[in-house]
């Protein structure tokens, strides 16, 4: 038989290296010929756009620089798949393509809103009796999917971001005047990737002084007398909020996706603003905003590493005939860290989402506990050996042509 692997929703560093993942194991079974690759995710499928990757990808040379280039090489999409008892039509078009392709396994490689075309395609060849496997492969830097213990792209948007607000503690320390620092972070209704800011104290850092998730309960009056109270203590104050927190109507765009998620971002400046005019110090927002998720320079190498082995067990799992199933990390020790990868119920992930655990959030629900420190450390470990050209990072690109 042949296979077919898409990339879904936002990128990151680290799904590239699930597709890696993906490619080299079906290369070890005699049982998968071809290795199809569907442009813009299930997009590519519905519209019969699939390139055989065996032409692109030649040798290990390509294969380790695709591990550490960030985005999704395939392209990505935001497709929200109907109910196929509601419009079929759509359904049938993806059929005819695996069926020309004489494709028997499907991997789609991306988060909750992926979970769900994962359990709605799986669900449909299994009514109309078509035997074709279905698997996902899990990819998030917001870390909300349940059932896995983490998400691949996590660890590295963690590092990233820790890594970041460490400079930029460095940077705000160097004045003799007052100030406070507000570092926007991704993550839609799930604090897990500001949260992780906080690593920092793992360090001996104080900062972030302040750090705020949409799990505890916020008010702008309780903001400013958190940020009066850390000034008092601090010459810089340095606040990480999450870019999910509810703010005032006319913040953010109000715009939203396919999927009915609403584009975010805004509360950094608007806390800045209101820093500005209630206290008056020197402030300012930075909202890190897309680099958090594509900056494979400063990638971890457990989260590359990972992310790579959960594309290989999708592959494993079909070739022993489950479907309708994503690909999960059961952590079995914090220390020595250690995970195994275990096979779950698209149906139990799909359009759900895990929530930082209170025991996590400080009492006051502005700021990041101790417990936490165990659960962020070892995703964020050890580093690559980034490819350079001319003292830039190499990346694996295809030609424009090609995903046309």
Known sequence: MNIAVAQSGGPTCAINASLVGVFSEALKEPKIDAIFGSVNGIEGMIENHLIDLKTFINTNDDMELLRQTPSTVLGSCRYK???????????????????QRRIGAFFYIGGNDSMDTVDKLSSYFAEKKIDIKVIGIPKTIDNDLCV?????????????VAATMHEIVRDSSVYSIPSVTIVEVMGRHAGWLTASSAVLHALGESAPHLVYVPEAE???????????SQMAKHKAVIVAVSEGMEVPDGVQSGVVDNFGHKY????????????????GCKVRSIELNVMQRCSSHLCSRTDIDESEAVGAAGVRCALE?????????RRVKDMPYTVVIEAADASKIANKEKFLPREYINAEGNNITDAAMNYFLPLIQGELNIRMNMGIPMHFTLQESVLK
């Open 148 to 160: 896995t213990d983490h998400t691949p792209g996590f660890g590295s948007a963690a590092k990233y």
């Open 321 to 329: 005939g489950k479907t309708g199933k994503m690909m999960a990390f």
């Open 264 to 279: 975010l971002s805004g509360i950094g400046k608007y806390l800045e603003e209101q820093v500005r005019e209630q206290i």
């Open 81 to 99: 798949l109907p109910d196929y008892k509601e419009d079929e039509d759509v359904y049938k078009k993806i059929v005819k393509t695996m069926k």
């Open 218 to 228: 916020f008010s702008l009056d309780k903001f400013m007398n958190d940020v009066r």
